[in-house]
């Protein structure tokens, strides 16, 4: 599994990870997050490359992003 | 036409403001944040820019504490009733429109009326007299839509801070032509106008919130997330945003906000105060004519009358005779009347410039009440 995800509290909060994330060179897309995740209700994820998982973590926790489950490995299929 | 009636909503609007609308709503016209296809997360990201632009002319830390809002009416209720409580106190000046004068009384809380001085402006000492022991709120309007007065935020804001109140600006004819810090000047909630000085379309506003502020709901509904729950979301700005979004008018919005960032707010201004100057030094000996406000410096705004006519029929005839559109009557700031003496006589007639008026419309617009007046001479 080459992708890790984030899932963040908003639509909001994971746009602004995506873009904080893409400042530094992390590619990043958001996702709306399977059922199989396991955490209830509509949520939005920010979809990224395993290597950047750590990093893509570290400046989320420093932004004061709320998260809301982390998979650093993630499915390829989402 | 010549429109000079800005203060109500600046028109007309950059060409890159009607180009940005129409390109979202044929383009990625789908619900914002509603779903995981294409469309609706390039409708989210749109939404999510025009928030970095608003922080950005703001200086507002976290985009997340803007809440976008159909005008600055709905971001002053929500603030208002969200915040105050019956057994609360607040103040409020004599320059604030209905929409805060009318959510202050639905509210049942006391509150007291910070008058101006004689030259029309609200000071520092008399908001700081109207404070009282339960004083939770202070909403001040930064700038009058009836005549030119701007509140010192910095000073009022110390006061604020001082007496443990939370402050409100009315921000709606002072956005994208004053400067408003709300890291710098201490603001706790800012209401503001997308469709006026920064030149999005009708239907935008806003209401940035900031994180020490205990503000409850005003409606609840979908937001696009922790849809299991059956109660509002804490996280902003979810928590008040119930309800689709108007994804074009809100990124058309961020198109006007570049606008007035590229052309700079402190040039936008210039040019403003520079047309309503020219106007009032033209104005200002027409005999029967009264300007109101004269020794203020201040927003675009300039309120007259001419003696014995009634206000509207001055406007109609402006209109008629000469094509110029202005607001004529109390624009809905009654408080802002009896401060001028012109609560018993129907109101004003009020001229409000925007960036896209000109010299030569002022020279008509000083020409027309010339002859106006010159036939009324009591």
Not at chain 2, 251 to 271: D, Q, T, W, Y
Not at chain 2, 337 to 353: E, N
Request: charged share 25%.
């Amino acid at each position: 599994m080459e992708n890790s995800i984030i899932v963040y509290k908003s639509i909001t909060v994971a746009n602004r990870a995506k873009r904080l994330l893409e400042k530094v060179g992390i590619e990043a897309s958001i996702i709306q997050l399977a059922a199989k995740f396991n955490i209830k209700g509509c949520n939005y994820a920010v979809k990224i490359k395993r290597r950047d998982f750590k990093q893509a973590m570290e400046i989320s926790e420093k932004m004061g992003l709320k998260i809301r489950g982390a998979f650093e490995n993630g499915s390829d299929e989402v | 036409m010549i429109y000079l009636d800005n203060a109500a909503t600046t028109f007309k609007k950059p060409e890159r403001v009607y180009k940005k609308f129409m390109s979202i709503w044929r383009e990625m016209g789908a619900n914002a944040g509603r779903g995981g296809h294409r469309l609706s997360l390039k409708a989210a990201e749109q939404i999510f820019i025009a928030r970095e632009k608003i922080s950005e002319i703001f200086s507002i830390k976290n985009p997340e504490n803007i809440v976008f809002t159909p005008n600055t009416t709905t971001a002053l209720n929500m603030a208002i009733k969200g915040v105050l409580k019956p057994y609360d106190h607040a103040v409020i000046t004599t320059i604030e429109h209905n929409s805060v004068l009318r959510p202050i009384v639905k509210t049942g809380c006391e509150y007291t009326v910070a008058e101006a001085d004689l030259k029309g402006e609200i000071t520092e000492e008399s908001i700081k007299r109207a404070i009282k022991k339960n004083t939770k709120l202070i909403v001040v309007n930064h700038a009058s839509n009836v005549c030119k007065s701007v509140c010192d935020l910095e000073k009022i804001s110390a006061a604020a801070k001082k007496h443990g109140c939370l402050l409100l600006v009315d921000a709606a004819q002072s956005a994208g032509v004053l400067d408003i810090n709300v890291l710098k000047n201490n603001i706790d909630l800012l209401a503001f106008a997308g469709h006026k000085s920064l030149l999005g379309p009708m239907g935008t506003g806003g209401l940035y919130i900031s994180e020490n502020v205990g503000c409850d709901t005003l409606i609840e509904g979908g937001s696009g997330g922790d849809s299991l729950s059956l109660t509002q979301p804490d996280n902003m700005p979810e928590r008040f945003t119930a309800g689709t979004q108007n994804t074009p008018a809100i990124a058309a919005l961020a198109e006007g906000v570049n606008f007035v960032l590229s052309h700079g707010i402190k040039n936008i201004f210039m040019h403003e105060n520079l047309l309503l100057k020219s106007f009032e030094e033209k104005i200002k000996n027409i005999k029967n004519t009264v300007v109101y406000t004269k020794d203020l410096e201040g927003v675009n705004v300039l309120s007259i009358n001419i003696k014995g006519r009634d206000c509207v029929e001055v406007g109609e005839e402006l209109e008629k005779s000469f094509n110029i559109a202005v607001r004529c009557g109390y624009h809905c700031a009654p408080l802002c009347h009896r401060m001028l003496g012109t609560y018993d006589m129907g109101g004003t007639v009020r001229f409000s410039f925007g960036f896209f008026n000109n010299l030569k419309q002022v020279d008509r617009a000083a020409y027309a009440i010339m002859k106006i007046a010159e036939k009324y001479v009591i």
